[in-house]
């Protein structure tokens, strides 16, 4: 199952105060997923992709140009979500998640896709459980443009398993990082594609 699900084109969704907890492997189980049927995940065509599925990710870098996102404005905010599979998936421009707890079973907590999103003051405890893929991160941001990842604690609790990225960009440019701390994480950030970024003191 997943907690919160998007269903029609939403704009400016505020998720707060809650606590979310799915448990599963199934690639459904997802604690927030704010991506409209009719986003651009569903209808820009990546190859040997199903819609609503995170794990399509193909590679590195496998379009141009980005497609048409919207200005969706969601607002995730001091929310604890306890998922097996992703803890928080948003598509649109201008997506917030802030002074929340994601923890997750799988090796992905958070996937964002479109510029302009701010991910600060949470913390992301991954487990690791599951093999590794070339997708696999704490956060991975797609096409996220401007992105800020701010003053978020990063956690890997695995066991004999190698941690993932803390981050992973994808087509992500001009992403500033300011005051994360890392544990567990043997590599803090991966840049796939025309990524790229800076960490402010």
């Avoid at 707890?101 to 600060?120: T, W």
């Amino acid at each position: 199952m997943t907690g919160i699900l998007d269903r029609i084109p939403s704009e400016h969704l505020y998720v707060h105060n809650g606590t979310i907890h799915v448990p599963g492997t199934d690639e459904h189980n997802i604690g927030i997923d704010l991506q409209a049927m009719s986003s651009p995940r569903e209808t820009y065509a990546r190859p040997n992709c199903k819609a609503s599925q995170t794990t399509c990710m193909d590679g590195p870098s496998v379009h141009q140009k980005a497609p048409p996102y919207r200005r969706t404005e969601h607002v995730v905010e001091k929310v604890n979500v306890r998922a097996g599979h992703l803890g928080v998936q948003m598509v649109g421009i201008g997506n917030t998640l802030r002074d929340s707890v994601i923890e997750v079973d799988s090796r992905g907590a958070i996937a964002l896709f479109g510029p302009g999103s701010k991910i600060e003051n949470n913390t992301i405890i991954v487990h690791g459980k599951g093999d590794a893929t070339s997708d696999d991160g704490a956060i991975v941001l797609w096409d996220g443009n401007g992105a800020v990842i701010r003053n978020n604690r990063f956690i890997f609790k695995g066991w004999f398993k190698k941690a993932p990225p803390a981050i992973r960009l994808i087509d992500s440019a001009d992403v500033r990082l300011e005051g994360n701390t890392f544990e567990g994480f043997d590599q803090r950030v991966e840049q796939v594609g025309a990524s790229s970024y800076r960490i402010n003191p």
